[in-house]
């Protein structure tokens, strides 16, 4: 592993995607404000759920609002890499040119996850944190070093088990080919992450930190703001996100041993 | 009678649904994507959150399962065919056939959603397992309204689309701005939260909007909830002909412009 060939690679990568992106501009601008009204629509769903009640499974309105801003860091992050190279994974395998990337000196799970980045996430994530700040002021939270490095440690956890997940998903398109309703399965479970998982009943709880982690996702790093968090939740969360990472890079290298190729 | 017009439509029809049923599994995953409504249903019940707007919990579940079974049936994607297709230059031949090229497209929704028809049935039932107590059978004029504006529902969500996929021929893009649009529809249609529970000041306009006619509307009628039918069949009809007239207009502009690509 040279770290610094790959890093010049990434840098080269993301010189092409933006070039690509910058063509066009008023997707952009669209996008942008798509992501403005998203957040805009499930704080409105919010309000509807608070104007009946005080609190949702023990979160009221201004604590549920830090998950909709952890959410919207990790939509912002799924939307700038995972999601556009997912797109691409899907055509290297059915086009057959995965063939290139494999024959190529260079990493072939760093080549297909990182090769396109769109911009149009990047606003998302600014547009979370600054959703996160005005939670600091509203919820009167005393922040420290403590506090910042336990949510900086959380939140890579929670990006390496949201990565884990695409990149599993994406993988399973060596055997099936079209996996893009997959996703959309993903997505929609995903969705759920905007809610703290205690307004869910039990089984629901069981099936979101078991099968499909949303718990570990967005509920516990907002926890970790709040100073809810338990310790063995962070180390918890710590194993399950090393774990996911440990099993997809296993699971793409049992799966490359499947490829076929196709016929050009 | 070979000419016809119906008939044309019933050959596409039937290869439609032989390709769709080549893709039934991703049509079963698909279907499995819709299953958001059972969660909010879940927050709503589980926080008790449906007792000040008046709905019993069996209500509301009935409500939620008639959500995602209206969603299921009124799911468009023709833009995303259609900017592909705009894309890989397959639109020139459908342009020059004497057939409009979204007839086809309309053929591959109806195809698709008959194929869903199962997946669709099968979820309710799973759902009906765990929710004994919610379970109900609509007399059959109900059930022939709902399928009605079901299909309204369809028809306008369907038409929407068509309007910004003929935006196509100028940004080639037009995904995008379905994106945009998505956004209020999945917040207003009362696919999340029924649109009797939103607040007075949403509710004061909303009805003005196509929004609550697309889901909550049909919904309500096949979930017995409170629901009137005249007013809403006329309005969705009244929205349908104005997003056709709109379609026609937009989709002659666009040809005008059209500039083939990727031959």
């Known amino acids: 592993m040279n770290i610094k060939k790959y890093l010049q690679v ?42 009946n009640t005080d609190e949702i499974g023990g979160w009221n309105f201004n604590q549920a609002l830090i998950i909709q801003g952890i959410y919207t860091i990790l939509n912002g992050v799924t939307n700038t890499w995972f999601n ?46 600054f959703v996160l700040s005005y939670c600091f002021y509203i919820n009167n939270i005393s922040f420290t070093i403590w506090s910042f490095i336990l949510l900086i440690i959380t939140l890579i956890c929670s990006i390496s088990i949201l990565y884990s997940l695409w990149f599993l998903i994406s993988t399973t398109t060596i055997w099936f080919v079209k996996t893009w309703n997959a996703t959309e399965v993903l997505r929609s479970f995903l969705y759920m992450g905007r809610f703290p998982m205690d307004s869910f009943s039990f089984s629901l709880r069981i099936f979101f930190s078991t099968v499909i982690p949303i718990t570990f996702i967005t509920t516990i790093p907002s926890e970790v703001l709040l100073g809810l968090s338990p310790a063995w939740k962070i180390i918890l969360e710590v194993l399950v996100s090393m774990t996911f990472l440990i099993f997809s890079r296993k699971f793409w290298k049992f799966a490359l041993r499947f490829y076929t190729s196709a016929s050009s | 009678m070979k000419n016809s017009s119906i008939y044309k439509f019933s050959t596409l029809f039937k290869t439609q649904y032989a390709n769709m049923l080549e893709y039934r599994a991703e049509i079963a995953l698909w279907a499995i994507s819709g299953v958001i409504p059972f969660f909010m249903l879940n927050i709503w019940t589980n926080n008790g959150l449906n007792e000040s707007i008046n709905i019993s919990n069996v209500m509301l579940s009935r409500y939620f399962l008639s959500a995602f079974f209206v969603r299921q049936f009124s799911v468009v994607w023709v833009v995303f065919t259609f900017e592909e297709d705009a894309l890989l230059g397959r639109v020139s031949p459908y342009i020059i056939q004497p057939l409009h090229p979204f007839i086809r497209y309309f053929a591959q929704h109806i195809a698709e959603q008959i194929t869903r028809f199962p997946f669709a049935l099968f979820i309710a039932i799973f759902f009906f397992i765990f929710n004994p107590q919610s379970l109900w059978i609509p007399s059959f004029l109900t059930i022939i309204i709902s399928l009605v504006s079901i299909f309204f529902s369809f028809l306008i969500q369907f038409l929407m689309q068509s309007i910004i996929a003929s935006f196509c021929f100028w940004t080639e893009k037009a995904s995008s701005i379905e994106k ?24 004061s306009w909303i009805y003005l ?8 509307f049909p919904a309500s009628i096949l979930s017995g909830n409170q629901a009137n039918i005249t007013e809403g069949i006329f309005i969705q009809f009244l929205w349908i002909i104005l997003f056709f007239t709109i379609f026609k207009k937009s989709w002659k502009a666009g040809t005008k412009k059209f500039t083939a690509m990727g031959l």
């Open chain 1, 84 to 129: 556009p190279n997912l797109k691409e994974i899907v055509k290297y395998i059915r086009e057959g040119t995965l063939d290139y990337v494999l024959l190529k000196p260079i990493d072939s799970q760093f080549w297909i996850s990182f090769k396109r980045i769109s911009p149009t996430g990047l606003i998302e994530i600014l547009l979370g944190f």
């Open chain 1, 10 to 51: 990434y840098s080269y990568f993301n010189y092409s995607s933006f070039s690509i992106e910058l063509e066009y501009k008023i997707n952009l601008f669209i996008d942008l404000l798509t992501s403005i009204l998203g957040l805009i629509g499930s704080v409105f769903l919010l309000s509807i759920f608070f104007s």
């Open chain 2, 209 to 216: 909007t196509p929004f609550p006619y697309l889901i909550d």
């Open chain 2, 180 to 203: 945009l649009l998505f956004i209020p529809t999945l917040f207003l249609s009362g696919l999340l939260a029924p649109v009797s529970s939103f607040p007075p000041y949403v509710k």
